[in-house]
């Protein structure tokens, strides 16, 4: 009958354990331990590394994020828009707010007549108009002094007419040449007292 060899190495007995230490049962069950520890190590490197797909990735690789500041900036246009002046035609001798003077100043209202007026502040070419002007002192009364008036027709910057008074309570009268020429025309009078107070006031009238 025929024996089959054994695979242990016949001789020396060192030889023997030299041939035999792989086969040592504690080294056999270590090596599963060892061999998952390797895998670990080798699934953490491939995730931080971002080989791996998400759903199975122990170690995803740290994600930085980025703060975003957004500046605003407000500016603030200012428009500045400037008027024509417009010459403001008012009704000669309509009653005004009274005026709140200091000492030395009159208060001076011009009166113009009705004859040729045709609207507020309007008067037909042609026409001659009487015209007086109303006096108060910072007192509220006529001047007790002396009260001389000297009056300016003008039409535009264009002097049409000129007249002194001997007393504030004389009229000044507006010949029929004066206003036959249509246009905006402005009347002022300058008033002083023997006191030395003294006061002036213009009327713009259209002549139409």
Wanted: hydrophobic share 30%; glycine share 10%.
């Amino acid at each position: 009958m025929h024996k089959s060899k054994s695979d242990t190495p016949a001789g020396d007995p060192d030889q023997k354990k030299q041939y035999a230490w792989h086969r040592h049962p504690a080294l056999i069950a270590a090596i599963p331990a060892v061999s998952a520890v390797i895998g670990s190590i080798a699934t953490i490197i491939l995730g931080q590394a971002d080989v791996l797909p998400s759903a199975i990735n122990p170690a995803p690789p740290q994600t930085t994020v980025l703060s975003t500041t957004t500046a605003t900036a407000t500016s603030t246009v200012t428009e500045t828009v400037t008027e024509t002046p417009v010459v403001q035609i008012t009704d000669p001798g309509s009653s005004s707010t009274p005026q709140t003077l200091s000492p030395g100043t009159l208060a001076i209202t011009i009166q113009m007549g009705t004859s040729g007026k045709i609207g507020p502040g309007e008067y037909r070419a042609g026409s001659q108009p009487a015209t007086r002007a109303q006096v108060l002192d910072e007192t509220g009364h006529y001047p007790a002094t002396g009260c001389y008036p000297t009056w300016v027709l003008k039409r535009g910057s264009i002097v049409i007419k000129t007249a002194r008074g001997e007393s504030c309570g004389q009229s000044f009268y507006v010949s029929g040449d004066s206003l036959e020429v249509r246009g905006v025309y402005h009347l002022t009078v300058s008033v002083v007292t023997e006191s030395g107070a003294k006061g002036t006031k213009t009327e713009d009238f259209k002549v139409s």
